[in-house]
């Protein structure tokens, strides 16, 4: 018999149902080797890492090894992913598997799965190549550079991705900390007819905007108030809406947010339930590619249902040029189903919102007409702008679920040049500039993928672990609440950004991804691309304590080798000060005789070594 192994035990199920009884499927249970917990496992000499298997899984390792030792043939078929490619070579590795057997689907349907059985593949070793150097490098990065967090506090943690993310919120909290806003005023008026027209100019872009008074216009008031109003021109233009594309994982955590108030862990655990189901596609992408067969499915439900929004060809979505054209976009694996039964209301929700988005991505677009009222009131000009529905395209499929709010203008009376107008009411409405607004979970998602700082399969985690950290908190409000910096978090990117500020710069962040994507491609190999950098960021890290140790306050203890924080500690031989960044650095000071009546203000950490260890 032929063993299966997967990473997710809610997938057998589903696969039994699929394959019967010619395999036998057992899962990994996700990771289950990795760097030590406690040391830094990584030679930085030759950029190997010594992986470990985590305790808790060492019965499910060896439960695998008997499985395969009496199994027929191993087939790998882990996430289509990095870090399911990763996994994959990490079973190899524990199974001393010489030529593993790799099975890839991005959806598990029995098309999709007989087919990727059919026809395997060998394993990717550029992946696992990609994928082990991102973990390097986060693990570098983080258990070098959290001990410096010490003066601030136990249990701090800085990261390659997290720190970057924590940086961007600050940023924003502090731009708005120093915003001033300015009043101003503007100017409309309500005619009898139902329109509505504004005071306004065309800006430098052709755009329409509405007058901006520095004071309360009580003269432009009073010259709208006694004037005759004639509407001076009405230009109508067609204005065609196009769908958006089919859901990939920012974009669906950020629609799942905006339209069903979910936060991003939410619709992550909700969507993965779906795709372990059978019901979408694999859920950790950045592409918008559609399978033909998907497209087919979608235009047959077109010109079923909604005929009219029947486009003569399949759209086509390109995707940005760091995606990964192998996947698909997360889509519904049969179209048809428009709904599922037994689903949770949860699981029925997202479906809901993803098939919609779906078939309304081949849809045609909708058209409008976009009028244009211009209104002419002694040496004033207002003007008025209207859409009017004339072909609901894509529209006709419901609430496609488009990332924002939707806000479309109003259709205007139907009127003629020359035409005079009844004034109702002139108003003047103050208003006051508004800050930058606070990043809710969805648009610091769609920030982190445009600026390219982190990867579909880390968004949700680096949020996790600035809240768990306690850097970051959420307004309290019961849909879409937003980001803000804790006291703690702003501390911490404040002393990160004095020490190592382009490690917090997106460019220096997406510069990794952008070399991580290319090891991937085979077009860097990792021991080189790993070994630069370290030297380059070694050199941060010492200037960086350096600086930090010039700024400590008055009374602080610094290590003389690195610069770090000490500590008064108590060994055999009596009190010493010792290096925070113990076991790395064995850097000691010792302690003078404290003056009768004084304590000393540090915090004393008893140690089982002597006066010479930190």
Not at 108 to 129: F, N, Q, S
Not at 489 to 501: E, I, N, R
Not at 520 to 541: M, P, S, V
């Amino acid at each position: 018999m032929d063993l299966l192994i997967i990473e997710s035990p809610n997938k057998i199920k589903k696969l039994r149902q699929i394959l019967g009884d010619g395999y036998q499927i057992q899962s990994t249970v996700g990771h289950f080797r990795d760097l030590p917990a406690r040391t830094l496992g990584v030679d930085t000499r030759s950029f190997e890492a010594a992986y470990e298997v985590d305790e808790k899984k060492r019965d499910m390792v060896e439960s695998l090894r008997r499985a395969a030792a009496r199994a027929e043939r191993i087939i790998l078929a882990t996430d289509p992913d990095r870090e399911g490619e990763a996994i994959a070579w990490h079973v190899a590795q524990v199974l001393d598997l010489t030529d593993p057997v790799r099975a890839e689907f991005h959806e598990i349907t029995k098309g999709a799965v007989t087919k990727a059985l059919a026809k395997p593949r060998t394993l990717d070793v550029a992946l696992v190549e990609a994928q082990q150097a991102r973990r390097i490098l986060d693990r570098l990065v983080g258990y070098t550079l959290s001990p410096e967090l010490k003066p601030l506090g136990d249990r701090l943690s800085a990261g390659r991705v997290q720190s970057c993310v924590l940086h961007l919120i600050c940023s924003r909290e502090r731009e708005r900390l120093a915003f001033q806003d300015r009043r101003y005023w503007t100017v409309r008026v309500t005619y009898a007819n139902g329109l509505v027209a504004g005071l306004a100019d065309i800006d430098d872009n052709g755009k329409l905007r509405l007058t901006q008074f520095e004071a309360e216009p009580k003269d432009v008031v009073a010259v709208l108030e006694r004037a005759e109003h004639r509407v001076q021109s009405v230009d109508t233009s067609p204005v065609d809406r196009k769908p958006k594309p089919p859901f990939e994982t920012s974009s669906l955590l950020k629609a799942a947010g905006t339209r069903l108030g979910w936060k991003t862990d939410l619709t992550s655990r909700v969507a993965q339930k779906l795709f372990e189901g059978g019901f979408i596609t694999y859920i950790r992408t950045d592409s918008v590619t559609v399978a033909p067969e998907a497209q087919e499915a979608a235009r047959r439900i077109l010109e079923k249902h909604f005929p009219d929004a029947l486009p003569e060809k399949p759209p086509v979505y390109r995707n940005k040029a760091d995606s990964q054209e192998a996947h698909e976009c997360i889509r519904p694996t049969e179209p048809e189903r428009g709904r599922i039964p037994d689903l949770t209301k949860e699981e029925a929700a997202l479906y809901a919102l993803i098939w919609k988005r779906f078939v309304a991505s081949q849809a045609r677009p909708a058209r409008f007409d976009r009028t244009t009222v211009t209104v002419a009131a002694e040496d004033l000009t207002l003007r008025a702008v209207g859409m009017r529905l004339v072909e609901p395209g894509f529209l006709a499929i419901g609430d496609v679920a488009d990332d924002e709010e939707d806000g479309d203008e109003d259709a205007v009376p139907s009127l003629t040049a020359g035409d005079r107008l009844d004034v109702k009411t002139v108003d003047s409405e103050t208003k006051k500039t508004s800050p930058p607004p606070r990043y809710k979970e969805a648009t610091l998602i769609e920030t982190m993928k445009r600026l390219g700082i982190g990867r579909p399969s880390t968004y949700s985690s680096t949020l996790d672990v600035l809240r768990k950290r306690g850097y970051v908190a959420q307004e309290e409000k019961k849909k879409s609440p937003a980001l803000y910096p804790t006291e703690l978090g702003l501390q911490v990117d404040a002393f990160l950004a004095g020490g190592v500020p382009d490690l917090l710069e997106p460019t220096y962040t997406a510069a990794m991804e952008a070399s991580l994507d290319r090891i991937a491609e085979h077009k860097l190999e990792r021991i080189a691309y790993l070994r630069e950098w370290y030297a380059d960021f070694t050199g941060q890290l010492a200037a960086a304590r350096k600086r930090w140790a010039e700024s400590a306050p008055a009374g602080e203890m610094r290590c003389p080798r690195c610069h770090a924080l000490m500590r008064l500690r108590e060994g055999k031989f009596g009190s010493f000060y010792g290096c925070t960044r113990y076991p790395e650095c064995r850097g000691t000071r010792p302690a003078p005789e404290p003056a009768a009546g004084n304590e000393a203000d540090l915090p004393k950490e008893t140690v089982s070594s002597g006066g010479t260890g930190g």
